[in-house]
Every structure is written in C-alpha cells, then in structure tokens.
C-alpha cells in the first residue's frame, strides 16, 4: 500500500463551522490575550525552564463540584467562558440541538491516580475515573444533549473532532457545537516528564474550548496517515497533497515534530509560499489547535488556516479554507 493511498480524508469538504466563542485557561492565563503574550510573562519562565507550565485550578460553586477532578473545573470552566464570549445565556445551548466532542491526551491519568493512590477517595470519586467524565460535567452544567463523542489523543484527534464538527453541523444534526479539549499534567508530572525531550518546549497545561456554528461558506479539509512504507516524508508529503489542494495558506500553526517530518513539511510550505509557522507556546497537546484557532480567530489572520500535528506515527493536517 502506498503512502498516498494510506492517506484518510473525505472527497467532500464541508462547510468551515464560524467560531462563535472562545474559551482558555492555560498556564498562561485566561482568554486568547493571554496566548499572544504568554511566552515573555516574566513570572511564568521559571515554570519555562523545568518544563511544565501549570494552570491554576478554577474554583466553581456548587456542592455538585466538591469531588469534581481539576480536568472537569478546568473543562466547565472553559466551556462557560466560551458561551459568555459568544454572548449568549448559558441556557440557550440547553437541548437536543446542542452537542460536544472532547478531546484529550493524558485522558484521565491524573484522576485515576488521584483515586487509587489518595487515602481520601471513595466509591463516590470513582465516576471520575472515566474520561467522559470531563464532557459529563459539562454537559450536566449546561443541559446539553445532543451528539457527543469522546476522541482520546494528542493534537491529530482535535484536528479530527473539529472535522467532525463541520461534518455534523452540515448534516444538521445539531446547531450548536462545543470542541472542548482539557489536558492536566501536574498530578502525573512524572510520567510525562520522562518523554519531556519529544516535545517543542515545556508541556501547558489548561482548557480550551470552541463553540461553534454553521459556517458562512469557506470550506474545511482534512487529511490523516500513518507512517507507511513511504515514512514520514512520504506520509506529509501525501496529507498535504490531499489537504492544500492547490491552496496557499495564509497562517500556519505547525504541530509536526521529528527532524524528516519537520523538514518535509517546512520543503512543501516554502515551495507554496506559506508564511512561517506561528510561534508556539509550548507543547499542549490536545489544546494546541484549538488555541491556534483561537489566536488566528481574534487575529483577524488570512485563511487559508492551515493547522498540522503529530502523534507518535501519525501526521494530520486541516485547512480552514475561504
């Protein structure tokens, strides 16, 4: 099988969803004007240099939050701030016509760990054991019941949840949708500083979420494929191919990672006249698309948008085209 016919995507591009409202709480801080100037904040480079940049945990009233896992604060947290953003009541997105797709890559390392290692824990802590847990907590909050999908990975999955959401809303099989992706390292720092050497930069915690409606006719395409016999050159030369389809793009926020995949990619975006990628704030894993978006959003940034990642052997790319 060659690299190209490995490629997954859809002959179909549908509609590009319109970002209504934006939610963030990383290491950071809160909101997008925090992403854009995040990286020189003078109290967070101690924080830069062991590797990870924590997120403070929200504090959400209610008796219902008491066990609650910081994964579901900072879930709820973000997805209330994307609803206020959007101005619109809390309770406007209550129904079946409203529906999630939550991403992440630690999953529920931190709340499992949390449960069999805290002397405190109960049977009553063990729901949050579950990754869906975290768009559970949301979904209750804001009386959301329509479609929802759990995809558990690093930024590719949030390249297909978004893929997903256009789908969807194009089908009309909700009007509102909630993109949510929640990534929490401190609890697990250990596991996760022992890989700390693959990541661009120190790994950001936090919580992001897109609140998204039909788009306004610019179309959405996607791509995704394992390293075949081809390897990772000819795995990103393959996804581009099928995703830029002749297009240029005008911002890129580049997840790819490992010196050929890096070198293609960077070869196949210079030969287009691409602009050079959008510095990254650190390695956020899940979140890092949705933040990408949310940066090149309020930017007012020239689509095309064109956001890659990586994930152990995959490679995926999204355009979010005019």
């Given at each position: 099988?060659?690299a ?7 002959s ?5 969803p319109r970002?209504?409202g934006?939610?963030?709480i990383?290491g950071w801080g ?9 990286s020189s904040?003078g ?11 924590t997120?403070?945990?929200?504090v959400?009233?209610?008796?219902r939050?008491r ?7 900072l879930a ?8 206020a ?9 209550a129904g079946p016509?409203?529906g ?6 630690t ?8 449960f069999?290692?805290d002397?405190?824990?109960t049977?009553l802590h063990?729901p949050?054991?579950s990754?869906?847990a975290?768009?559970g907590?949301?979904t209750i ?8 999908v759990n995809l ?5 999955a949030?390249?297909?949840a978004l893929w997903?959401?256009a789908?969807?809303?194009a089908?009309g099989?909700a009007?509102?949708?909630?993109v949510?992706?929640?990534e929490a390292?401190?609890e697990?720092?250990?596991l ?12 950001v915690?936090?919580a ?12 959405l ?10 390897g ?5 030369a393959a ?9 240029r ?11 050929s995949r890096?070198?293609t990619e960077?070869?196949?975006?210079a030969?287009r006249g691409?602009?050079?990628p ?9 979140i890092?698309?949705?933040l990408a978006?949310?940066?090149s959003?309020?930017a007012g ?10 994930w ?6 999204l355009?979010?085209?005019?």
């Amino acid at each position: 099988m060659s690299a190209t016919a490995a490629v997954r995507s859809s002959s179909a591009a549908p509609p590009a969803p319109r970002i209504r409202g934006i939610g963030a709480i990383t290491g950071w801080g809160e909101g997008v004007k925090a992403l854009a100037d995040g990286s020189s904040e003078g109290g967070r480079r101690g924080e830069r240099a062991t590797g990870l940049v924590t997120a403070p945990t929200p504090v959400l009233g209610g008796d219902r939050f008491r066990r609650a896992t910081r994964e579901c604060l900072l879930a709820v947290a973000a997805a209330k701030a994307a609803v206020a953003d959007a101005g619109l009541a809390e309770s406007e997105l209550a129904g079946p016509r409203t529906g999630i797709l939550y991403v992440s890559a630690t999953g529920y390392a931190a709340a499992n760990r949390a449960f069999l290692e805290d002397e405190t824990s109960t049977t009553l802590h063990f729901p949050y054991t579950s990754p869906s847990a975290v768009p559970g907590e949301v979904t209750i909050e804001l009386g959301v019941r329509g479609p929802y999908v759990n995809l558990m990975g690093g930024a590719p999955a949030t390249l297909l949840a978004l893929w997903w959401a256009a789908c969807w809303l194009a089908e009309g099989r909700a009007d509102r949708l909630l993109v949510l992706a929640v990534e929490a390292f401190h609890e697990v720092r250990d596991l996760f500083g022992r890989a700390r050497r693959l990541y661009a930069g120190p790994l950001v915690e936090g919580a992001a979420c897109l609140l998204l409606e039909a788009g306004d006719g610019s179309v959405l395409r996607w791509g995704s494929a394992l390293a075949g016999p081809a390897g990772a050159r000819g795995t990103v030369a393959a996804v581009l191919e099928r995703v830029l389809d002749g297009d240029r793009p005008g911002v890129v926020w580049s997840g790819a990672t490992g010196a050929s995949r890096e070198t293609t990619e960077s070869r196949i975006l210079a030969d287009r006249g691409a602009p050079a990628p959008t510095p990254r704030l650190g390695e956020a894993l899940a979140i890092g698309p949705l933040l990408a978006l949310a940066r090149s959003d309020r930017a007012g940034a020239p689509k095309p948008w064109l956001l890659t990642a990586t994930w152990r052997s995959e490679y995926a790319a999204l355009l979010w085209a005019r």
